[in-house]
């Protein structure tokens, strides 16, 4: 791989992210073994450094690092690095100090990840900053989708919901033109940023103001979380409207072509974005995706600790 | 004992003047500016052959953090910076701790600027009392006071009760006195981080719209215009700001405008790197943006540049971005940026650029005898600029207590000789004199 961190879906080229899917693969056949772990990164330790509240997407992590043998050491604080009593370029240089090979990064500022990457020279491997990227999730969803489909390119994703506070949006967004798939966002203007020229200047992604204007021809339909708390900012007025406008339920699956599947990065609110029928019905990957979230990962950590070091 | 400051390019604003010339003077005072003056016994002799003689430069915006914040600055450091920076008049702003808002605090920071005799300190008096926005600060008192506080600012606090800042601009109106407020409507920019626009799309943070400066300063134009009240807006941000100013001043309302260096030169593709030494407030906007403050800088929309010198401690800027405070240094760098970006390219005239930095701050308030004129009989306050020296900024470098500058590793043209502050060297030969009295 010629990426030698993954902080935002930016750091991959069309090469690198295929590569990335094929390596998941070899990974998901090791997690289908009885004994699901191989010697491939023992002696090497991955520090999951989590300044965000996180269970799955840290235990995801945990258990990639872990059927790769690696040692994992998880150093967990909520809050600003000096909120902490140290400095961001401190709590940097003691991760260096104990040699880790590589650092897993999960922050709730936007950049921190980038940051910390001046002070370190392992590979950063960001777990979601803000509302920036998180890209192991959308490359996941891709790995999810590609297993689907058999491809990536030509396909139509329509990703509905809180766009703008959406770090899963950014990277997902990202990685499908990298792929060379058409991108459709649907959410009320004000839960899209306000200018998405850096995205629809490509000419592969466009908004659609209707939902029911999406399904026809979507192969995916691709549903972020909506926190409830937004409506009392005048994002939107409840989320019963929201329910209405932009919630997928029966009738709208049923609008989708017969081939089409229904995504969520979880967590679901159920009844918000997604009515209990659409997630549990067989056209939800939903429990794929967090299944394929352990390949995936497993997949970057040996890319880019010993990726550097074997013919790929 | 005389000076003789011989066979420079002297450029007075105040006079239209740009041409070469020699300048005496006699102890605090100009005595003879005209070409090629015959030496006197006893004359001591500068060559400034090559090189541009200026009023002392004037800004309108510092922070010298003292009393309160002296990790990050003081008022020796600042005003070594200030020196060393070409500025013979600075305007330290009111938020130090405790707040400018009393005659006391007022003179003791114009008291500790004349200990120190670096440069003239003439403080900003707060708005309200403690910054709040709720009672108005004993504006009477701090004009009275030897400070003589003719200027007023929340700084960075936007006086938020339209009430209030009516009031504010009704009440100084006795003293003649501006009114300068922090244009931001804090409901716009709840949690805001960077301008928005395509680049807070792709980086994920908060979108600070360039309404939010808009609609507060439309809001305060309307005031002043109704009581033709002074008005003046600092750091001018966006292209529609100036668009309104322009407006109110087509109108003849009294207002008078700032820009900021980085303001003029930074887009918010920096933000990219989130790197928080680019955080300000106002933010860095787009390149349009920059480009519409240049060219109202060029057409005189806006007055002056000022350099919202604003130091932190290094442990305060290495934070992730969003918990990092605003603020970038600005006296050391502020004309080599202007001369870069529109001097040396042909977008603004010498004496333009000159006057914004002098004559024309000078005029906003009463910054004591300062920005000209280069003519017997004035306050001998020059700054002696080499136009060619081509140097790369360092923070560590700088005068500064702290090292926030935006353009380190940058190379600038032009760098200040020699400061000159009533006669005395402040900065000879690229080295600022010691302070008066030490701290």
Same mark, same amino acid.
């Given at each position: 791989?010629?990426?030698?961190?993954?902080?935002?879906?930016?750091?991959?080229?069309?090469?690198?992210?295929?590569?990335?899917?094929?390596? =998941?693969?070899?990974?998901?056949?090791?997690?289908?073994?009885?004994?699901?772990?191989?010697?491939?990164?023992?002696?090497?330790?991955?520090?999951?450094?989590? #300044?965000?509240?996180?269970?799955?997407?840290?235990?995801?992590?945990?258990?990639?690092?872990?059927?790769?043998?690696?040692?994992?050491?998880?150093?967990?604080?909520?809050?600003?690095?000096?909120?902490?009593?140290?400095?961001?370029?401190?709590?940097?240089?003691?991760?260096?100090?104990?040699?880790?090979?590589?650092?897993?990064?999960?922050?709730?500022?936007?950049?921190?990840?980038?940051?910390?990457?001046?002070?370190?020279?392992?590979?950063?491997?960001?777990?979601?900053?803000?509302?920036?990227?998180?890209?192991?999730?959308?490359?996941?969803?891709?790995?999810?989708?590609?297993?689907?489909?058999?491809?990536?390119?030509?396909?139509?994703?329509?990703?509905?919901?809180?766009?703008?506070?959406?770090?899963? =949006?950014?990277?997902?967004?990202?990685?499908?033109?990298?792929?060379?798939?058409?991108?459709?966002?649907?959410?009320?203007?004000?839960?899209?940023?306000?200018?998405?020229?850096?995205?629809?200047?490509?000419?592969?992604?466009?908004?659609?103001?209707?939902?029911?204007?999406?399904?026809?021809?979507?192969?995916?339909?691709?549903?972020?979380?909506?926190?409830?708390?937004?409506?009392?900012? =005048?994002?939107?007025?409840?989320?019963?409207?929201?329910?209405?406008?932009?919630?997928?339920?029966?009738?709208?699956?049923?609008?989708?072509?017969?081939?089409?599947?229904?995504?969520?990065?979880?967590?679901?609110?159920?009844?918000?974005?997604?009515?209990?029928?659409? =997630?549990?019905?067989?056209?939800?990957?939903?429990?794929?995706?967090?299944?394929?979230?352990?390949?995936?990962?497993?997949?970057? #950590?040996?890319? #880019?600790?010993?990726?550097?070091?074997?013919?790929? | 004992?005389?000076?003789?400051?011989?066979?420079?390019?002297?450029?007075?604003?105040?006079?239209?003047?740009?041409?070469?010339?020699?300048?005496?003077?006699? !102890?605090?005072?100009?005595?003879?500016?005209?070409?090629?003056?015959?030496?006197?016994?006893?004359?001591?002799?500068?060559?400034?052959?090559?090189?541009?003689?200026?009023?002392?430069?004037?800004?309108?915006?510092?922070?010298?953090? $003292?009393?309160?914040?002296?990790?990050?600055?003081?008022?020796?450091?600042?005003?070594?910076?200030?020196?060393?920076?070409?500025?013979?008049?600075?305007?330290?702003?009111?938020?130090?701790?405790?707040?400018?808002?009393?005659?006391?605090?007022?003179?003791?920071?114009?008291?500790? !600027?004349?200990?120190?005799?670096?440069?003239?300190?003439?403080?900003?008096?707060?708005?309200?009392?403690?910054?709040?926005?709720?009672?108005?600060?004993?504006?009477?008192?701090?004009?009275?006071?030897?400070?003589?506080?003719?200027?007023?600012?929340?700084?960075?606090?936007?006086?938020?009760?339209?009430?209030?800042?009516?009031?504010?601009?009704?009440?100084?109106?006795?003293?003649?006195?501006?009114?300068?407020?922090?244009?931001?409507?804090?409901?716009?920019?709840?949690?805001?981080?960077?301008? $928005?626009?395509?680049?807070?799309?792709?980086?994920?943070?908060?979108?600070?719209?360039?309404?939010?400066?808009?609609?507060?300063?439309?809001?305060?134009?309307?005031?002043?215009?109704?009581?033709?009240?002074?008005?003046?807006?600092?750091?001018?941000?966006?292209?529609?700001?100036? $668009?309104?100013?322009?407006?109110?001043?087509?109108?003849?309302?009294?207002?008078?405008?700032?820009?900021?260096?980085?303001?003029?030169?930074?887009?918010?593709?920096?933000?990219?790197?989130?790197?928080?030494?680019?955080?300000?407030?106002?933010?860095?906007?787009?390149?349009?943006?920059?480009?519409?403050?240049?060219?109202?800088?060029?057409?005189?929309?806006?007055?002056?540049?000022?350099?919202?010198?604003? @130091?932190?401690?290094?442990?305060?800027?290495?934070?992730?971005?969003?918990?990092?405070?605003?603020?970038?240094?600005?006296?050391?760098?502020?004309?080599?940026?202007?001369?870069?970006?529109?001097?040396?390219? !042909?977008?603004?005239?010498?004496?333009?650029?000159?006057?914004?930095?002098?004559?024309?701050?000078?005029?906003?308030?009463?910054?004591?005898?300062? !920005?000209? @004129?280069?003519?017997?009989?004035?306050?001998?306050?020059?700054?002696?600029?080499? @136009?060619?020296?081509?140097?790369?900024?360092?923070?560590?470098?700088?005068?500064?207590?702290?090292?926030?500058?935006?353009?380190?590793?940058?190379?600038?043209?032009?760098?200040?000789?020699?400061?000159?502050?009533?006669?005395?060297?402040?900065?000879?030969?690229?080295?600022?004199?010691?302070?008066?009295?030490?701290?």
């Amino acid at each position: 791989m010629k990426a030698t961190r993954l902080i935002s879906i930016d750091d991959l080229d069309a090469e690198d992210l295929a590569l990335v899917l094929d390596t =998941a693969e070899v990974m998901d056949e090791i997690s289908a073994r009885r004994i699901k772990k191989v010697p491939t990164l023992r002696g090497r330790t991955v520090c999951n450094l989590f #300044l965000e509240d996180s269970t799955r997407t840290r235990l995801s992590f945990d258990i990639a690092a872990k059927r790769l043998s690696a040692d994992v050491m998880n150093f967990s604080a909520k809050g600003s690095s000096v909120s902490k009593g140290e400095s961001f370029k401190d709590t940097a240089l003691t991760l260096d100090a104990m040699g880790v090979d590589t650092v897993v990064v999960r922050s709730g500022s936007s950049g921190a990840p980038l940051q910390l990457s001046q002070y370190l020279d392992v590979p950063i491997l960001n777990a979601g900053d803000g509302w920036h990227q998180h890209p192991t999730q959308a490359l996941l969803d891709l790995y999810t989708m590609r297993s689907h489909f058999g491809h990536l390119a030509g396909l139509t994703v329509t990703i509905c919901g809180d766009i703008i506070h959406s770090r899963v =949006a950014r990277s997902e967004i990202e990685a499908l033109t990298l792929a060379g798939a058409t991108v459709r966002l649907v959410a009320p203007d004000t839960l899209l940023p306000t200018d998405l020229s850096a995205w629809t200047d490509g000419g592969n992604v466009e908004v659609i103001t209707d939902l029911d204007d999406a399904l026809g021809d979507s192969d995916v339909l691709y549903l972020l979380r909506v926190q409830r708390e937004r409506m009392h900012r =005048a994002f939107f007025p409840s989320t019963r409207e929201y329910h209405r406008l932009y919630g997928m339920d029966a009738r709208r699956l049923a609008a989708l072509p017969d081939h089409a599947i229904v995504m969520h990065p979880g967590p679901m609110n159920r009844g918000v974005e997604i009515t209990p029928d659409v =997630a549990d019905s067989p056209r939800a990957l939903i429990t794929d995706q967090v299944n394929n979230g352990i390949a995936v990962r497993m997949a970057c #950590l040996y890319l #880019l600790i010993a990726g550097s070091e074997v013919d790929a | 004992m005389t000076l003789m400051l011989k066979g420079g390019r002297v450029v007075d604003p105040t006079r239209g003047h740009d041409d070469v010339a020699d300048v005496r003077l006699d !102890g605090e005072r100009i005595v003879e500016v005209g070409p090629d003056l015959a030496d006197q016994a006893g004359d001591e002799v500068v060559d400034c052959a090559g090189l541009w003689v200026l009023p002392g430069l004037v800004d309108l915006h510092t922070h010298l953090r $003292e009393p309160g914040f002296e990790d990050a600055e003081d008022i020796a450091t600042g005003s070594a910076a200030a020196a060393a920076g070409g500025y013979t008049a600075v305007a330290p702003m009111a938020n130090t701790l405790p707040v400018c808002d009393t005659a006391a605090v007022a003179e003791l920071v114009e008291r500790r !600027g004349r200990d120190v005799g670096l440069v003239d300190v003439r403080p900003v008096g707060a708005i309200t009392v403690g910054l709040a926005g709720q009672r108005l600060a004993e504006m009477g008192e701090l004009y009275d006071s030897h400070a003589r506080v003719d200027f007023f600012s929340d700084d960075g606090i936007p006086v938020t009760d339209t009430l209030i800042m009516r009031r504010a601009l009704q009440y100084a109106a006795r003293f003649d006195a501006v009114v300068a407020n922090h244009s931001q409507d804090m409901d716009l920019t709840e949690d805001a981080q960077m301008n $928005e626009g395509r680049m807070s799309a792709v980086l994920g943070l908060p979108g600070w719209p360039h309404e939010a400066e808009e609609v507060m300063i439309a809001r305060d134009l309307l005031l002043a215009a109704g009581l033709g009240a002074r008005l003046h807006v600092p750091h001018v941000s966006t292209a529609g700001s100036v $668009e309104l100013i322009r407006l109110a001043k087509q109108r003849g309302v009294r207002v008078t405008a700032e820009v900021t260096p980085h303001h003029l030169h930074l887009d918010d593709t920096v933000v990219a790197t989130y790197d928080p030494v680019y955080k300000v407030n106002p933010p860095v906007r787009t390149r349009d943006d920059v480009l519409a403050l240049r060219a109202a800088l060029a057409d005189g929309t806006i007055d002056a540049v000022a350099t919202d010198h604003a @130091p932190h401690p290094h442990e305060q800027k290495d934070q992730e971005w969003d918990h990092a405070p605003c603020g970038m240094l600005g006296l050391e760098t502020a004309l080599a940026v202007v001369v870069t970006d529109l001097v040396e390219p !042909g977008d603004l005239p010498l004496l333009d650029a000159v006057a914004a930095f002098t004559t024309r701050p000078a005029g906003v308030r009463d910054m004591g005898g300062h !920005g000209g @004129p280069i003519a017997p009989d004035a306050p001998a306050n020059l700054v002696v600029v080499d @136009p060619d020296a081509r140097w790369t900024v360092d923070g560590r470098a700088l005068h500064s207590r702290a090292h926030n500058t935006p353009f380190h590793g940058e190379t600038l043209t032009s760098r200040p000789v020699h400061t000159l502050l009533r006669g005395r060297f402040t900065l000879r030969d690229g080295v600022v004199a010691d302070p008066k009295v030490p701290a």
